[in-house]
């Protein structure tokens, strides 16, 4: 079974400044999926990025990226610029690939401090 | 368009009523999902339809009833319920290869009294 790490339950960072949340994954497969989601207070899962394992370039949307180390099974979310609205609980996910089912962290809950 | 949709957004039930949540999606995603979420905790898979038929039961008790009527519309049966099943409940679609993302709904509040 995979699971899913995600060791740090709280973050805050100020407004402007760069964050970055850790996630570490086990898996003995190679080919899969990873994601981060945002979860506002409203609760609606947001995607904010996905990377697929084959590729070693790391992912990029616009003021999110992450450091994927697939050797090292960790799958990290940098957010630079934070705004407010990046407030939110952040789970990291896992996906093989040709299989339906996605598994969540536990979730890290940011708070940007204006 | 990634919109997945999910009636009612709030549900409040007595432990022997019969109700159901409602989930559609019209972007020919070919896999939906249900997830359970509670308080401050990750969504928790329920069950997984593929091509319409279930692939994936995570060991849910049979109070809760899964149908996938046809290709966008997705139903969660719910009979019997317990106060502790109180959450909120995600259905979600997953896009095919190459791109295999899963999209969620807003979710539909269920609290059982």
């Known amino acids: 079974a995979q699971t899913v790490t995600q060791s740090q339950p709280e973050m805050s960072v100020q407004e402007a400044e760069t964050v970055t949340l850790s996630c570490t994954y086990d898996?003995?497969?190679?080919?899969?999926?990873l994601f981060w989601y945002k979860q506002p207070p409203s609760r609606q899962m947001i995607l904010v990025i996905r990377?697929?394992?084959?590729?070693?370039q790391n992912a990029t949307e616009n003021r999110f990226s992450v450091n994927f180390q697939k050797a090292a099974k960790s799958f990290s979310l940098k957010i630079s610029d934070s705004q407010l609205g990046d407030t939110a609980m952040y789970f990291c996910?896992?996906?093989?690939?040709?299989?339906?089912?996605?598994?969540f962290g536990a979730g890290t809950r940011l708070t940007v401090k204006p | 368009d990634t919109e997945v949709t999910q009636t009612p957004k709030h549900l409040v039930m007595g432990m022997t009523n019969k109700k159901s949540l409602k989930c559609e999606q019209h972007?020919?995603?070919?896999?939906m999902y249900w997830y359970k979420q509670k308080a401050k905790k990750p969504p928790e898979l329920m069950f997984v339809?593929?091509?319409?038929?279930?692939?994936i039961n995570e060991s849910v008790p049979s109070r809760f009833s899964p149908e996938c009527p046809n290709s966008s519309l997705l139903n969660l049966h719910l009979h019997a319920l317990q106060p502790e099943d109180s959450a909120l409940y995600l259905c979600?679609?997953?896009?095919?290869?190459?791109?295999?993302?899963?999209?969620f709904g807003e979710g539909s509040w269920l609290t059982v009294v």
């Open positions: 990377q697929e394992a084959y590729k070693q």
């Open positions: 339809y593929s091509y319409e038929k279930l692939s």
């Open positions: 898996t003995s497969e190679s080919n899969y999926y």
């Open positions: 972007m020919g995603h070919r896999a």
């Open positions: 979600a679609s997953r896009t095919g290869d190459p791109g295999n993302t899963i999209y």
């Open positions: 996910a896992f996906m093989k690939q040709a299989f339906n089912d996605m598994r």
